[in-house]
């Protein structure tokens, strides 16, 4: 027996000894026997490897965090940890934690989000903030706001992490996808992009219907293009930052440049974020004498070609 030892011992040392580090490595990656299951965890945008380690380790996420500090700088990836809010279900690993990590699993379910046609960018950030308690509805308004119009209205399933940056650059994106079939018809239209969503807006905002839409898109261009103001009540919802846009007497002279009954011509941007069915009406408008147009208390909407014609709907269909 000794001489089997003595004969076999310059083999037997080395694999004791990888055995050793093998199970050492191993418990030293595995998680805690404290691991708290169901516990969440915050990182916010621009937390350091060393903050993010030590909290996880404060919560008994991670035995060791001074491995998965290492994990990190091995990778190079040690700045691009994605934040967010992340749920710890059942005891996982370290390399397991250290990708979650890196790859945004977040562990919840996508958050699903649906902007309906006509939202503005106000509307839309107070629906962002309560659906991400990450996000504030006045840095989303401030994000937002300069790309009114081209934030495309739909149904969309989010990440649990998303930041306000990550919504809107969505968004924008899904504007663009949705409007690029229509690019050959906008350059034949005559009619810039931005003229085209402007006038969707306010379209959006005025009719219901697909029919209507087209009618009263061809009685804003009539307007236009005869240099008449548009007079279009909805704008005053947009200057108000109100849902409800029946103008009274001293709302008509408010001095902005949205206002359409004192300004021609379309107002300086969108008003809200048209649909795909508003911005085919303005694209392809019903061609039409009428210059007038209101919706009735009978939820109609009533058309005339003449100022007297429109005061004679007035008084059958709004008194």
Not at 87 to 102: H, V
Not at 115 to 140: C, K, M, N
Not at 176 to 183: E, G
Not at 213 to 221: D, E, M, N, Q, S
Request: charged content about 15%.
């Amino acid at each position: 027996m000794v001489s089997f030892f003595k004969q076999h011992v310059s083999w037997f040392a080395p694999v004791v000894l990888v055995a050793f580090i093998g199970v050492g490595v191993l418990i030293a990656f595995a998680p805690p026997l404290a691991f708290p299951r169901g516990s969440v965890v915050t990182i916010t945008r621009g937390e350091s490897a060393p903050v993010i380690a030590a909290a996880l380790g404060e919560k008994k996420i991670i035995a060791h965090p001074v491995l998965l500090r290492a994990l990190f700088r091995l990778s190079g990836t040690s700045g691009s940890v994605q934040a967010g809010t992340y749920r710890f279900e059942t005891p996982q690993g370290l390399l397991t934690i250290a990708y979650r990590l890196l790859a945004g699993d977040y562990g919840f379910p996508p958050v699903r989000l649906t902007f309906v046609e006509g939202v503005t960018a106000r509307e839309a950030a107070l629906q962002a903030a309560d659906a991400f308690p990450s996000i504030s509805a006045d840095d989303f308004v401030i994000a937002a706001k300069p790309y009114e119009g081209y934030l495309f209205p739909d149904t969309y399933r989010f990440s649990p992490g998303s930041d306000t940056d990550s919504v809107v650059a969505t968004m924008r994106a899904n504007f663009n996808t949705k409007v690029a079939p229509l690019a050959p018809e906008i350059a034949a239209s005559g009619h810039s992009l931005s003229d085209i969503v402007i006038l969707a807006s306010l379209v959006e905002k005025e009719a219901r219907t697909s029919e209507s839409r087209r009618l009263v898109a061809g009685i804003l261009w009539n307007r236009l293009r005869l240099g008449m103001p548009l007079q279009v009540d909805a704008v005053f919802g947009y200057i108000f930052n109100r849902d409800t846009y029946s103008p009274s007497y001293a709302d008509l002279k408010v001095d902005s440049p949205y206002n359409t009954y004192t300004h021609t011509g379309l107002p300086p941007t969108p008003i809200d974020n048209p649909g795909l069915d508003a911005l085919d009406a303005a694209l392809h408008p019903t061609k039409t004498n009428y210059l007038y147009y209101l919706s009735g208390k009978d939820n109609q909407m009533h058309y005339a070609t003449t100022f007297a014609g429109h005061q004679m709907n007035q008084d059958r269909y709004l008194r």
